[in-house]
Every structure is written in C-alpha cells, then in structure tokens.
C-alpha cells in the first residue's frame, strides 16, 4: 500500500477470532475498505456484535488482521510513532479506581514527558473541555456517577492533543445534556482540526456529527455516505412557516391538488425530546449557578 493523504485507510480488512473448531470461528471483519479524509468526522455504526470495537483494535494494532491492511495517519496500523499522534478512548473507561480526576491525568501526562507546569496546564485545560464537575475533580474516581467517569477517560484521551481521535462509544452512560455536550466537543475538535472516528449504536449521536459514515452489520459494511446524501429524502419537498391561517391552508392544499403533487402532508413541526430535556437542565443550572 502506498502512503496516502487519508488519516485512515484500509482495505480488505478482515478479521476471523479463531477458535478451536472451526465452527467456533467468528467472521467479525469481512474486507472493510475505508478512507477517512483529515479532519472529518467519521461515524462507524452498527448493532451490538457487529464489528466496530474490532475496526478500531485493528486500526490500533492492538489486535492483527487476518487478511488485508490499513494505514493510519500515512503509516502501517500499531506503527510506534504513529502512536503519539492518536488519542483513543475505549468502549470501557478502565481508571484506576483510588485517584483523583487530577491525578489520573498526571499520571499520563507524566508519560507523555510533560513538564509539571505543561502537565497542569494541560489538565486543567482538559477538564474543562470535557465539561467535568470541578466540584468533583479532587474526589476519588471510585466514587464518580458514569457520565463523570467517561468525562475523565475523554480527558485522557485528548491529553497528548492528539490529530486523531479514535472514540468508541463515546457517549456511552451519559445523560441527553452529557451526549450533547460531547457531541459539541466532537464539533470543536474538528473545528481544530482534527479528525473523528467514532463507533456508536446510538444513531442521535451521529447523525448531528458526522460528515460521513458506514453501517455495519455482521462484520460487512452494508450503507456508506456523507450524511447528506443518506438523510435527505431527495424526492421531496418541504415547505414551514408561521402565520399560517386555516384559510391559507385550505388554499395551500387545493393548489397542491390542482397542481397533481402526490403523497401531500401536512401538520405542526415538532421539536424532539432532546431539546425539551436539554432546556430543563439548562435553565436550571443556570438558576443553580446564580
Ligand atoms: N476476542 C474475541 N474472540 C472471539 N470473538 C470475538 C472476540 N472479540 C469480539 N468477538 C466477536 O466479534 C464480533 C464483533 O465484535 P465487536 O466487539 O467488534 O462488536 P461491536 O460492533 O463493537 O459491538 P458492541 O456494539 O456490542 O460494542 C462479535 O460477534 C463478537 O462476539
Ligand atoms: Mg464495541
């Protein structure tokens, strides 16, 4: 393979779990061929099982593949150098239990070689990126609710302010305004520059995020995209407004019959869910704050 202008590539990629019978054999990855441009975001969807945690341990080195390859960043995947350039936070936050958010992160920024005061820059920048409670940041980690605890292993992730981040599951046991608030992050790393591969099942998360994105099911990619091209309903045509009165609808509507539309729908625009519960927290931490 030659060096690429992608962030990543792969091609054929596969990989079969052995077992000890053949029939215990899992085909987790069948010949997956991706190219992620620099700084996009990248969604990889799929239902439980079916091979994203394994794309991106691939795409780590931390597992090999049966067949194919992939280049990450221009170089083979689990090339040492290439390494420094990678922030990855995995689909299972593993903290050591008796630190603090502090020293969690001083530990790695102490293997990255940072210097003390590098070191507690960058912490503290982090922790504010990620949005974690500074009430909580000196207590044990033992102690953190889910959405603290994937806060602190984001920070993590993002501490060596890495070109590319690697996220599975990344809003995994956080609440609708902590899926959000990542989703934001998400947005203004990009804005920095960088580029985004995420894996998910929860299709919120990257269908507001992602510029392109595959859907995998058992282990082959069976819809791939830019997000628009897979959202808009391209023989349709939309029309909202206010001020609209039931004598302007009735008109609206008998111009739509006379003019021979077909499949004609009308009705209110409804907000979703998510923004209902997002104001609620939002107006009152601000109520809180005050
Ligand atoms: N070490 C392993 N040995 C055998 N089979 C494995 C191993 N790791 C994963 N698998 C199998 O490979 C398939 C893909 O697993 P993978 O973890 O990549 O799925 P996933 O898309 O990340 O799912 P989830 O949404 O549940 O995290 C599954 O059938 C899983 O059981
Ligand atoms: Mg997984």
Redesign the pocket.
């Known amino acids: 393979m030659v060096a690429s202008g992608f962030a990543i590539q792969t091609r054929q990629l596969t990989k079969i779990?052995p077992?000890f019978w053949k029939s215990q054999q899992?085909a987790?990855?069948t010949e997956l061929n991706l190219a992620v441009e620099r700084s996009q975001i990248f969604g990889l969807l799929?239902?439980?099982?079916?091979?994203?945690?394994?794309?991106i341990k691939l795409l780590l080195g931390l597992i090999n593949p049966t067949a194919g390859d992939a280049l990450v960043m221009g170089k083979p995947a689990g090339d040492q150098d290439t390494r420094r350039v990678i922030g990855y936070l995995p689909?299972e936050s593993y903290l050591y239990r008796f630190l603090n958010a502090r020293q969690t992160l001083d530990f790695y920024a102490r293997l990255f070689n940072m210097n003390r005061a590098q070191r507690r820059r960058a912490i503290d920048y982090y922790l504010d990126f990620v949005g974690l409670d500074p009430a909580v940041r000196s207590r044990r980690i033992g102690t953190y609710s889910k959405g603290q605890t994937r806060r602190v292993a984001l920070a993590q992730a993002l501490l060596n302010n890495p070109d590319l981040v690697i996220m599975?599951?990344p809003t995994s046991g956080l609440d609708p305004v902590g899926m959000l608030e990542i989703k934001n992050m998400i947005m203004r790393l990009k804005d920095a520059g960088k580029t985004v591969l995420l894996?998910s099942?929860q299709l919120a998360d990257v269908e507001d995020v992602c510029d392109r994105l595959v859907i995998?099911y058992r282990?082959r990619v069976e819809i791939q995209g830019t997000l628009n091209d897979l959202l808009e309903v391209k023989d349709t045509f939309q029309l909202e407004a206010r001020g609209v009165t039931p004598e302007i609808q009735t008109q609206l509507l008998e111009f739509a019959q006379r003019s021979g539309l077909t499949d004609v729908r009308t009705g209110r625009p409804r907000v979703r869910l998510e923004d209902i519960f997002k104001n609620l927290v939002d107006s009152k931490r601000k109520a809180e704050r005050r």
């Not at 079916?50 to 794309?55: A, H, I, R």
Request: negative net charge; without cysteine.
């Open positions: 779990y077992g899992v987790a990855l799929g239902p439980n099982g079916s091979g994203k945690t394994t794309t689909e599975d599951e894996s099942h995998l282990g």
